[in-house]
DNA sequence: ACCGGGGTGTTACCCGGGGTAACATCGTGG
DNA sequence: CCACGATGTTACCCCGGGTAACACCCCGGT
């Protein structure tokens, strides 16, 4: 047995532990549950990252592919945009062990940049920027404008995804209405609650100690 | 001297340490940079997460304090967003690997939820929920948008003030003028590019093996 | 039949980080 | 003077990532 085969069945292993106990699981486990001995797997993915990173780019490239098709669809924008933000919403749905990993970024990354964003994620952050800069009109500042609501779309799905998945409060449908709608500026749109002009606010400004 | 300067200095010198190696430090070093040894740290806080907690408090209490007031500042509505933006993202620039720290969730997280969002960002997210809930007219889906939109916000600020932290690209005004475009619905208003109907788009779908 | 190499696997170990037990020390109030 | 409660110490445990050194097994070449 050449090493391919080898290497996907320790990435099946790998990937059943992760399914059952999350993110952290050891080494040592992984190589237990593929009836193995750690040695083995450092062979194979040289160190943890690599065999993370593994694991990742095999998940990740379904629901990447789907997401750049999403975003190719000749849709009128905004169906587009909530063909895209649905797309991403069922495939974290789909696997929620698994995205927890996507999500992760290396723990021990020494190096300065602590990313908030985990190599997955900045993938498609990365297509939103491009499908953004080739299909939207925005003028001078387009680069600037595409790269950062590349990020700044993709880590609110991120956070609102997130919440989504704990706390189950709605549809996915109504989440990706939801969304659509705070980018579409739902938020600019809306009127003014008639606000009391601030009756007496309650002044409680530093109480440490808080939970 | 009692408890509480004590434990005022070692959060001083824990501090120091993590704005000189960044968050991933170690007690060992935080103790020696404090002239003691690992168990007066325990002593004072229990266990690595009281003393991140700690220190997370501190910054976070003038941050978000900013934050909440700015959130509740009498301006035009844009004018406000902007402010916040503007606030949050001096906040990060001037403590850049105390920022780190606030928005590094726990790593050894071992309970199932290994939110996206760290304490302290939730914390932003659910004073921008209030303040659209008790703002701004959504109506009937008030509360389920306000929530959403809290949450995806913050995650958006975070994700892009990430990227703007470590990559400098532009002014902070003009990157808040980024932000606010983009939760003002620009990206809904502007005009399509002239996509020349996908010139022959290069298939080359599944090409793992990238870096 | 013999050998060598590249795959498989093993045991046993190193290192470093979180966390703790047990002991020494100092200072202050009864 | 002593006891108590704080401060501090050394030395240790445990566990997880990572490695060294060695054993096996099969297959192809001479």
Redesign the pocket.
Known sequence: ???EP?REQLLNAADRVIQREGPSA???AIAAEAG?????L??HFG???GLIGALTERHTSGLLAAVRAALAEPLERRDRVEHVLDTYLAGIEARPQVYRLLTHPEPGDPSGAGNALAPALRQIAEEITHAVQSQVDLGADRDLLAEAWGRGITGMVLAAGDWWLETRPCSRTRMVQALADLLWGRLAAAADLPTAVLPAAPAEPPSAEAT
Chains 1, 2 share one sequence.
């Open positions: 047995m050449s090493r080898r050891s080494m040592n193995i001995t750690k040695p083995i450092y062979r160190d943890r990252n």
